[in-house]
C-alpha cells in the first residue's frame, strides 16, 4: 500500500507549481516512496471529510495505512527521516529541523504577506500602500538567508529537509527582483529545482490540474485580471 | 555544562512576557534541564557575534557545548526529545511535530499580522483599515482549533512540545475578545498556563527585564501611547 496524499485538481494559474503537496511530492521523489494522490476540487477541503484528516480544510495530507498526518513541514520531516533527508544524529536531525523552522516560520511570512497584498487581496485599498514595508521585510530576510549560505552549496554538509524546504519557499520569488539581488540564492534555488526529484514532483503536481474553477472564483480572477 | 539560551534584557512592555525566549524556557523547565541565560541589549542581536548563532538576529538561540540551534521551533523540540515532550516512536514524534507546524505556520502568522497592525505598525495609515480582514482569518484559525480540540486537555494522549508551542501562540490572545468567544481554547490555554515549568518560566524571562529602552524607541513607543 503506498502512502496517499491529497492535492487539488485546480488552482488559479498563479498558484500552479506552488500549493504545498509540491514539497511533499519532493520529499516523496527524493526518498524513492511511490505514492496516490487523492484529488480534491475546490471547496471540498473545507467539508467534513476532509477536516477529519486536516483541521484547517487545507492540503496536502499524508496516509499510511491508519497513520494521518497534516501540516507540510511536518510530512516533509516524517518522510525525510524515511531517508537520507534527515540525518540519524540527534545533532544532524535538529540542524534540518533549524532550517525547516527557518524558512515557515521566518523566510515564508512575509513572502505569504506580499502574496496577499498582490493576489488575494489585491483589490483591497491598503493593500498597494503596504507593498514597500512588505518588500522591505523580504529583502532583509533574503540577505540574511543569503549571507548565511555563503557559496556553499547547502546549508548543511548534504542536501536535507531544510534545504527541500527553504528551496520551495524562495521559489515563490523566482522571477523577482528581490530574490535577482542575491546571485547565491537564485544559483541554490536553480540548484534545488534541477534534482530529478523536484523535477518529477513538478511535472506531477502541474499534471493533476485537470479540474474546473468554480465560476464565483473563475469572475473574480477574470476582474482582477489573475485569470489567465 | 548548562545549555546557554539568550534573551533581551528590555523590550517593550506589550512584548514582555511574549518574547520566544519563553517557549525555550518553558520547554527547558518541563523536562528538568537547567540552563542559563545570556542577555542582549537592544540592537545587539544585529551585531556579528549573534548572528554567527542567529542568522536573522533574533532571539532565542541555544548553546550546548559545540552544539548550537536557531528558530525557538526547533529548540524546542531538541529539548522536548530530551524528556517526555516528544514521543520516542516515529508516529508520536510526528504528531508533536504536526502541532508544532500547526502553532507556527498556520495559527501563528495572522496572529502576528494583528500585532504588526496595531503595535509595529500602528503609525501606517494601512493598518486600521486591515484589521477586519485580519481578525476574520484569526476567528477562522480559532474555530478550527477549537474544533479540533473538541473537550480534550491536550491535542494528543499527552502534553506534548505541540501543546506547548500552540499554547505560547494562543496565550499572544490572552484577554483578547477572539479567543474568549473559544472558552474550550481559553480553558486550554489556562490548562497550560498553570504548569509549574510554565510558571517558572515566565517569571524567569520577566526577572530577566533589568535593561533600559533605547532612547529613539522609548521616544517612538511614547509617541504612539504605547509607553508604560
Known sequence: MNPVIT???????????????????WALEEVGQPYDVRYLSQGEQKRPEHRSLQPYGQVPTYEEGDFTLFESGAI??????????LPADPAGRAHATEWAFAA???????????AIATLFEIDKPWSKPRLPAIEQRIAERLAETAD???????????????DLLMIAVLRILEGDPLLAAHP?????????TARPAFQRALAAQMAGFTGQAPPAMQAWLEKQGLAA
Open 104 to 114: 515557515l516560520n521566518t523566510v515564508e511570512p512575509p513572502i505569504m504577506d506580499q
Open 184 to 192: 547565491t540564492l537564485e544559483t541554490y534555488v536553480a540548484r534545488g
Open 76 to 85: 516533509v520531516l516524517h518522510i525525510a527521516g524515511k531517508g537520507d533527508l
Open 7 to 25: 492535492a487539488y485538481d485546480w488552482v488559479p494559474d498563479f498558484a500552479k507549481g506552488q500549493v504545498r503537496d509540491l514539497r511533499v511530492r
Open 148 to 162: 548565511r549560505l555563503g557559496t556553499r552549496d547547502w546549508y548543511r554538509a548534504a542536501f536535507s529537509a531544510g
